[in-house]
């Protein structure tokens, strides 16, 4: 199956065309350099943000200065406004997104054919560059646009202030320490093998899930498996009665319990 790069060759003439015909639309916009696919492109956007830092204005001669090659007939040819700027930064921070998708799964391939990697320990830094790439709000913003986004945040925090502001895991010195898990963050936990690391992380997502609804992916165990260690958490049924189905006097009912709690 041949594949094509991922990339709208209109979208990044486009938004490049509409700095030149409105500079202070550059400001708006939540895109990087690493956003353009074609290097031509990501030169010229790197140009925009040092003529802005610099306190200049964006136009052709200024481009020029930057970039000697610089020619800007082929970026205003059809683009007759900036009206439509943000949707030709949407489609490229999209494809951008795309493309590190497909070299995050090309470099788990690789890895995965390489059976002297260490797996144990890529495969942390797998899933981290996968929320990343999940969470991704796109690239460089104006300072503005960021302070006026944490006046709101602090600004409705001072109006209801908390403790926990986050969601809660159920683990009060936990929660207290952190304010809870927040939106938009990753928490990675490291530790040696065997010292519980996945109970803990279980123990988080239902108590969380008091709160907000969310979903565990377990990649090592089972679902079965996954939840069996749960249900033993709450039942105070051993891991190994649940498999041998060797229970003591009360523990079929609390096993019961156990269920219809963690099913709510």
């Known amino acids: 199956m041949e594949t094509k790069p991922i990339f709208s060759l209109e979208a990044e003439k486009a938004v490049i065309g509409s700095v030149l015909i409105n500079p202070e639309v550059f400001k708006t916009l939540d895109l990087s350099d690493k956003d353009f696919y074609l290097q031509a492109h990501a030169e010229i956007w790197r140009a925009f943000q040092h003529i802005v830092v610099s306190g200049g204005i964006i136009d052709s001669i200024s481009a020029k200065e930057e970039v000697s090659t ?24 999209e494809k951008s997104r795309r493309r590190e998708l497909v070299n995050l799964a090309t ?61 809660p895991t159920g683990l009060y010195d936990y929660d207290i320490l952190t304010g809870g898990h927040h939106p938009g963050e990753a928490t990675l936990m490291s530790g040696k093998a065997g010292l519980g690391k996945s109970i803990l992380a279980m123990q988080m997502a239902f108590g969380m899930a008091e709160s907000e609804p969310g979903a565990i992916y377990e990649m090592e165990m089972g679902r079965i498996q996954t939840i069996r260690r749960q249900v033993s958490t709450v039942s105070r049924v051993k891991n190994r009665d649940l498999r041998s189905g060797h229970f003591g006097e009360n523990d079929w009912d609390n096993f019961a319990q156990a269920l219809a709690e963690l099913e709510h």
Request: hydrophobic letters at 40%; a negative charge; proline letters at 4%.
């Open 70 to 93: 610089f020619s800007e007939f082929e970026y205003l040819a059809n683009v007759p406004s900036s009206m439509h700027a943000e949707q030709y930064a949407r489609t490229i921070r």
């Open 107 to 167: 470099e788990i391939v690789n890895t995965s054919y390489d059976e002297n990697s260490d797996l144990e320990n890529r495969i942390p830094a797998f899933m981290t560059k996968l929320v990343s790439a999940a969470n991704i709000d796109g690239g460089a913003v104006h300072i503005s646009k960021v302070l006026s986004e944490l006046y709101d945040v602090v600004q409705a925090r001072h109006a209801d202030p908390k403790e926990i502001w986050g969601i």
